[in-house]
């Protein structure tokens, strides 16, 4: 099979890593790719939403599947463009079209996907500039802290946690007013759910659906999870506290009624969920959904997988996942993601990055780079390269991780050294 996989970070890279191994393969894409992905593909400089583009690339080559791994063209209707145009209705796609990916691109129709099919979550009600008065009003009848969500894409930084009243007005007001631009034009007010939070990941034809590993990530610059909120500076798999009881829960109670709910209301939807979990009193609840694998825990959930990817994803795309088979190692797999001094906020790109080739024993994962004119690897991102390691228990896996986070260099190098330190 000839498959082209769409982006440009940690996720991509290892997706392209995974598939690389399969025996059904005969050649791998990269559409546009970074260093990483050059390594085991073939880079494309197309970007990931011109449809036109990537159409006719995939009929000039023969593409048989395209995986798609960011939100932004599932948002747009990648999976919708091939299915509507007779030349590339044949070709598999590994996302879900509009209607399925809305679970992720409004934050307000996923709470209501939840309350129509009965799938635990916190309460919570959406305001526009408009309706701001009666933000005002419903956050005055909740208890700190105050949640405030944009409703559409925000790059993982649209999610404010404040504790103060005051400040929680303001940020809500501040978000209307455009501070996420399109994706805070309407803003969700959430009761907060105080637990420990963990991702579950499923691949599903639209019936059926196998679950992969799951993973536990962390968001937040600062060690001890304090400052700005970022796309992951880190994650492990598998997650000790979520023991079988547990994750049956999560299956009865989450992923197949959301899996189902998707069938009654009539969305075809073959792909990635990503369920964002949280453990309050033993029970799991919903805090979102995505429509494609979270990032750094691709880094982590990917390389526990022992069987052919691009088999079960094949067989997704037939209808037939119920003839899938995973098998999963039981060893944990750790990632410690080094980012850019500055980042979230104002980073400089195109710093060298040196000692690849002095790692032991991990693999690294790129997110954030590219190459420079004369071949090197150079940065090209806020989220830079992702330490991945493997071992009997989550203190060897990270033993691994973090002596290659302190091997591989650049300029004004972070990363924290504190990831598993909850668990």
Same mark, same amino acid.
């Given at each position: 099979?000839? /498959? ?86 044949? /070709? ?52 700190? !802290? ?66 992969? !590993? ?81 990032? !750094? ?66 693999? !690294? ?59």
């Amino acid at each position: 099979m000839k /498959v082209l996989i769409l982006g440009s970070g940690g996720r991509e890279h290892t997706l392209a890593w995974k598939i690389s191994q399969s025996e059904k393969l005969t050649k791998l894409y990269a559409a546009p790719g970074n260093a990483g992905t050059a390594e085991v593909a073939q880079n494309i400089s197309i970007s990931v939403t011109d449809f036109s583009k990537l159409g006719q690339f995939v009929l000039e080559e023969g593409i048989d599947m395209l995986i798609v791994g960011p939100e932004a063209p599932l948002v747009e209707g990648v999976a919708d463009y091939f299915a509507e145009d007779d030349k590339l209705s044949h /070709v598999k796609v590994i996302g879900p079209k509009k209607a399925g990916a809305l679970l992720e691109g409004s934050k307000d129709y996923s709470k209501k996907f939840m309350m129509r099919h009965n799938i635990p979550a916190g309460a919570s009600k959406t305001f526009t500039l408009e309706t701001l008065e009666s933000g005002y009003a419903f956050l005055e009848m909740q208890k700190p !802290p105050y949640v405030l969500k944009a409703d559409g894409l925000a790059a993982g930084k649209g999610v404010l946690i404040i504790d103060n009243i005051e400040e929680a007005k303001n940020s809500l007001k501040e978000m209307l007013s455009g501070q996420f631009g399109e994706a805070s034009k309407s803003v969700l007010v959430e009761q907060f759910l105080d637990g420990i939070e963990l991702s579950v990941f499923v691949i599903t034809d639209g019936k059926n659906y196998v679950t992969l !590993p799951e993973a536990k990530d962390y968001k937040r610059i600062g060690e001890g999870d304090t400052g700005l909120n970022t796309g992951g500076m880190g994650a492990i798999s598998p997650v000790p506290f979520a023991d079988a009881d547990f994750m049956q829960e999560i299956d009865k109670t989450i992923v197949k009624p959301t899996i189902d709910g998707l069938a009654k209301d009539g969305i075809d939807y073959v792909g990635f969920i990503f369920f964002g979990l949280i453990k309050v009193d033993g029970k799991p609840y919903v805090i979102e959904y995505n429509a494609r694998m979270g990032d !750094p825990e691709t880094e982590v959930v990917i390389p526990r997988i022992n069987s052919d990817l691009l088999e079960v994803l094949d067989l997704a795309a037939q209808g037939r996942l119920d003839e899938a088979s995973l098998e999963i190692d039981s060893d944990f797999a750790t990632t410690v993601m080094l980012v850019s001094g500055g980042y979230p906020e104002a980073y400089q790109k195109g710093k060298e990055i040196t000692a690849l080739d002095n790692l032991d024993d991990v693999t !690294p994962f790129h997110a954030g780079t590219t190459f420079s004119e004369l071949g090197e690897v150079i940065t090209d991102g806020g989220r830079v390269i992702a330490m991945t390691g493997k071992g009997k228990d989550m203190k060897s896996a990270l033993a691994k991780s973090f002596k290659a986070a302190e091997t591989v260099q650049f300029d004004k190098k972070y990363f924290r050294s504190d990831i598993g330190f909850d668990l």
